[in-house]
């Protein structure tokens, strides 16, 4: 038998400023509005791609759990899956995959796992299979496997989707770069369990919200809003403007028919935590995905005192520090 391709990559979350909830198409991934994200440093997907051309095993999907490998569970590898016969069949390779992967930080809680996992499972695989994607490329793939989110995952720094100045939902691209604006995201973790209705029931729902409409109304603005502030760096102008999506998001979430209520008592205790801190004029803001856990974005000079805040709120039950960061990696050799 021929030695695999080995390949391993690395690819970051991100954290959505403006948010991708409801879908034109949801089969194509075609988004209802455009979307922007901060990418993160240390809240990573981690998978290993190994490729044996020819071979007509079935592919191997193993999730690494409490430190050791082990097949994944049904749920979780059905979409990998048919991720990994679409990319076979676009670029015509034959063979078996053994697919190893591993997050840094709690999956399915809504800190965009998928985004991570799929941008990563793709770039990993891609090499293995000898195909190399320019960042665009990743992008439009990435977000093939169904993950809308996954298209901003290609890029470091500030990523739209659509890229801006198209309708073309195809793929994503950077507005800034990491080292033009450095900002620090510290996660407060409230539950590390998977929620209970997935992104893509809710994008299912988001219309039957009575609000979902208005939302799309005001979208376009805030985003000029958050693009600018990012491109003259104002603090004070993001974080109104990142407030208000986040609440906004939730609320189309709590008024969907059937309603989703991801948050639990300690995220609005740390919620009030940050008005708080506001108050008293620590420049801190929040935002929060389809899960119950609390993104508090802020200044590096502000992240010692929001931690040590966030840390003392009852309920939340560890603080994740990360930052803006790069794009995706890759290196050769199974390291899973």
Known sequence: MLMPS????????????????????LGAVVPCNPSLSMTLDRCRSVCSASFFEGDRRPDEILLERDGALAPAPESFSRRI???????????????????????????????????????????????????????????NWSR??????????????????????????????PVADAEHWPLCDLVAIVSSSSKEVSSLEGHQRAATSPYFRRRLELVPGRLDTVREAIAGRDFARLADA????????????????????????????????????????????ATMDAGPNVHVLCEPQCAADAEAALRRVEGVEEVLADRTGTGPVWRQGAEL
Request: net charge neutral.
């Open 144 to 173: 093939r496997s169904g993950s809308g989110s996954a298209s901003r995952s290609a890029f470091g720094g500030y990523v739209q989707w659509p890229a801006p100045g198209t309708a073309d939902a195809a793929s994503a691209a």
């Open 242 to 285: 990142v407030d208000e999506e986040a609440i906004d998001l939730h609320l189309i979430m709590m008024s969907s028919r059937p309603p989703i209520f991801y948050w639990r008592p300690a995220t609005v205790a740390v919620l009030a935590e940050v008005r708080r801190l506001r108050r008293e004029g620590l420049a801190v803001c």
């Open 81 to 139: 899956a048919a991720h990994l016969v679409r990319l076979r069949t676009a670029w015509n390779r034959q063979g078996t995959l053994r697919i190893a992967t591993r997050n840094t930080f709690p999956a399915e809680a809504g800190i965009a796992s998928s985004a991570s996992g799929f941008t990563a499972l793709t770039l990993a695989v891609s090499r293995a299979l000898g195909i190399e994607l320019a960042p665009a490329e990743l992008s």
């Open 6 to 25: 080995e390949i391993t990559a690395e690819a970051p979350s991100n954290i959505a400023l403006i948010k991708y909830w409801g879908a034109e198409d």
